[in-house]
């Protein structure tokens, strides 16, 4: 370790919206950071389902963690991966090393998980990290043109047919966005695939769509998605997944590009702090975010498990900052000789976008759906989106996207995969 | 097959510039023609050292072919995989079936080779697609990380020793932008590696570096390429590479990022077309580019050989689109009963970019080198990129990057080979 051992070691596994907004919470703080991620770059997700739709590139949405945290001295960002925490010792296994800590975050986040069924991921990719996103990308460019290579008539509609599982706001945005893709962006370009008859299923197994939006907003939300093309079916899990489709129950929808939305899972690290996790694997907490027994530990993000007022806090990009800025809150308080106080998650509201012009938007009282809600959501993103260069790009490219009905990014790579899979399905 | 079968059917392989030009030109033509790529996409190969540097991301400059020839409508675009030709049948075979043919364009292009030594290839990989260019960013990126990680100096040392491989154009243009990043744009972002002390060698086995140039261009070259920070090795053939560097004879370059700009090979489909191919594996064509005793064939682009004033034909862009555009014409011609005419290459110049404001340009008489000669560059390639709003991204991506020295597709994807490469090196 270095000579500056006197200076209290923040040790920082994960940057994502918790993580990084920790870390720049510390800036002044009379600590050294270290900021541990297994990618080198901040992702910011809510977009990550523009990329995987071919609307944005990879970089559009990522930044390094480094170049982000280039002017904050106390940091060192390190690209690894914490494999084992041995919390009586204080030291963190890396896969190229390990720490030791005086203070701990853990913000290792969520994955995207299949209720047990892990059988299904091959069939099923879900959507988490920029690979995730190029994957689910080359997947959905490859069914078009397997649909324009297929001389059966029968085959190739298979081809055309989507599944997107799960209708929380991911599984919302990539069916509507698919539903655009097939009506105005791609048919002027095939000549024997019909892409406008594709057709678009968004399977929910609860009740409604977006369930964390008031109900009158689910339901514009279906009105809107049915508009845009996409056939919503709500009350209906899924309970088998194979290479040529899904079903749920007796039902039956033949198709070679399910998309998956629905389960999560926090992070496997958490599972290593010697409490029991709740049902998603997500760590409960003391009020100040910090670990039971562990006043030198904390757990934020969507790895938390923090109740409400009798609710969970959500796995929401606004709660994880929130924290972040909190936990940096009670480790200056701490230096300072003082106690940590209570996190309290400050609700702004919930905004969720469907396609095309369309979004749901609730803010407190105010409720939006439609086009004004669409611009709400923009600005709003847009405003979020770190770093000044990527925000004109991201704007550039929507700009053109929405005059034009293109998109640009709709390269596929990582040939060896999609051929693969073609040669297999066909 | 269709029921237009008493049109004629131009099977072109390959959406390069040979490829696209040829198809391009047959717009007004009175045939059908079927385009099989096995990428979707038409690469502007000219700057892909821009990808895996990360100055530009992948849908930059890459257009998806479909999208390029939508409002061609005697096209159809198919991503298949050209796999056997059989010249007697008149029949290609795909790799997801097979396709009759009235005209056949062979178009198919080169990739890097490594003179017979393959073992290389895991330890220096080549840049000819977007897949090369997205592993060759991970792994210079990766190297940088290692360092930044390292403890031990002499192996931080190591991580920062870069090898690029053949001094011809891409290779100069990798040397030049990896000795920039190295000195400009990352420098502020590390904590422990020193990567202002990062060595880029440029090794070359020919006498001088960019040898289709004048020699007192060459010069320049070396001059500009040693100021940005290279050094450049001449008259020194590589003899190995394994996992550690590089050897020229008893010379010995230790490092783990060594890159590939050296050996080029023609695609071996070139292997199918019954004459004897060259050295490279290009196939000689007659004057018109027609395949000697098979009129109905046509080879273009680097795939063919073409002798000019006793002079081989360069594989360039300029050429490639050429030919293109001639093949279509003796095609046309053909159709209203004409025979060939011979193709005759005009050589419009020479250009090369180095690194940050450094270019050496030849055309006819006019000689330049330095920053003129850069903008020269960046114009001409601006003015060729596909697409209207590819243009206008790319020059926003450049003017950032020139005002701040920033690169902003410093993302690495494709984690998995990543990981696993630093885990093995280290």
Redesign the interface.
Known sequence: METTNSIPHVLVLGGGFGGLWATRALASAPVRITLVD????HLFQPLLYQVAT?GL????I?A?L??I???QKN???????ALAIDLDARRVQL???ELDYDYLLVATGATHAYFGKDEWAEHAPGLK???DA?AIRSRV??AF??A??E?DAERRRLWLNFVVIGGGPTGVELAGTLAEIARHTLP?????ADVRSARVHLVEAGPRVLAAMPPDLSEKTRLQLQKLGVEVHTGEPVTSIDADGVSMGTTRIDSHSVLWAAGVAASPLGRQLGVATDRAGRVPVAPDLSLPGHPEVFVLGDLASVQQDGKPVPGVAPAAKQMGAHVAGVIRDRLRGGAGHAFRYRDYGNLATIGRMAAVVHFGKLKLSGLLAWWFWLVAHLFFLIGF??R??VL??WG?SYWTY?R?????????ET?AR??RA?
Chains 1, 2 share one sequence.
Request: glycine share 4%; aromatic share 4%; net charge positive.
């Open positions: 297994r990618t080198n770059h071919a590139s990879a970089p559009d990522a390094p480094r170049h945290l280039r002017r940091v060192t960002v390190r690209l690894d991966e896969a190229q090393g990290t920029l690979d190029l460019l490859a043109e397997a324009e290579r001389d002027r370009e095939f000549r024997r260069r990527n004109i790009i550039v490219n053109w293109q640009h990014a709709r390269i596929i790579v990582g040939r060896g051929q073609s040669t066909a």
